[in-house]
């Protein structure tokens, strides 16, 4: 059974970059696809990007300039890179991995990692 | 960009009763080719991460109680949740994968009475 962990700093500064990882366990990131989505507090969920078992990405149009999505591995892991931060970036950021193939719904979801946004 | 819409936006449901969460999207999420709809649903309670219970609009994720069934083709979609149990009280989401960007709806928080 798959497992993934988030970790990352819980608090970001203003036009600063967060960096996430996911670590995942029992299954190799080459075999899937997998996915990052963000909730704001006491909100709904924000699909983020995509990434697929050869690296290839796709991202929300409207964070596509400042996202980067990538995998490692060495470490089995898969990261999230925001740049330019603001606090409307302020979110639970979960990754996720796609059930079936290039089918993107999530079977297995970490437990997310919270991320706060302020000076 | 479809935009998924969910009704109603909350729902107070007594033990036992039936729970009906409906989820449209502004354009076909069912692929001609495979006649298959790519919609799924989830399930988040308090503090956890969202919980797949349906795909493919109406197929069960393996583990998930028979009481929960999905119905619906084209736009509109339906989760329907009989004989409600307590332990189902959560905020239930929609979402298509038919096209990127992928999207969710806003969610249905799901109370009982």
């Known amino acids: 059974q798959v497992q993934l962990q988030e970790s990352g700093p819980g608090l970001v500064k203003p036009s600063e970059t967060l960096s996430l990882t996911c670590t995942v366990s029992?299954?190799?990131?080459?075999?899937?696809?997998w996915g990052w989505i963000r909730q704001p507090p006491g909100k709904g969920l924000e699909w983020i990007g995509t990434?697929?078992?050869?690296?290839?990405?796709n991202y929300i149009s409207s964070l596509t300039s400042r996202v980067t999505i990538s995998g490692d591995t060495s470490k089995n892991q898969v990261s999230l890179q925001l740049t330019s931060v603001t606090a409307a970036d302020s979110a639970m950021y979960y990754c996720?991995?796609?059930?079936?193939?290039?089918?993107?719904?999530?079977?297995?979801w970490g437990q997310g990692t919270l991320v706060t946004v302020s000076s | 960009d479809i935009v998924m819409t969910q009704s109603p936006d909350s729902l107070t449901v007594s033990l036992g009763e039936r729970a009906t969460i409906n989820c449209k999207s502004s354009?076909?999420?069912?692929?001609?080719?495979?006649?298959?709809?790519?919609l799924a649903w989830y399930q988040q309670k308090p503090g956890q991460p969202p919980k797949l219970l349906i795909y493919?609009?109406?197929t069960r994720e393996s583990g998930v109680p028979d009481r929960f069934s999905g119905s619906g083709s084209g736009t509109d979609f339906t989760l329907t949740i009989r004989s409600l149990q307590a332990e189902d009280v959560a905020v239930y989401y929609c979402?298509?994968?038919?096209?990127?960007?992928?999207?969710f709806g806003q969610g249905t928080r799901l109370e009982i009475k």
């Open positions: 979402q298509q994968y038919f096209s990127y960007p992928i999207t």
């Open positions: 990434l697929s078992p050869t690296g290839s990405t």
């Open positions: 029992g299954g190799s990131i080459t075999n899937y696809y």
């Open positions: 354009e076909t999420v069912l692929y001609s080719s495979n006649n298959k709809n790519y």
């Open positions: 493919w609009a109406s």
């Open positions: 996720a991995k796609v059930a079936v193939a290039a089918n993107i719904f999530f079977d297995f």
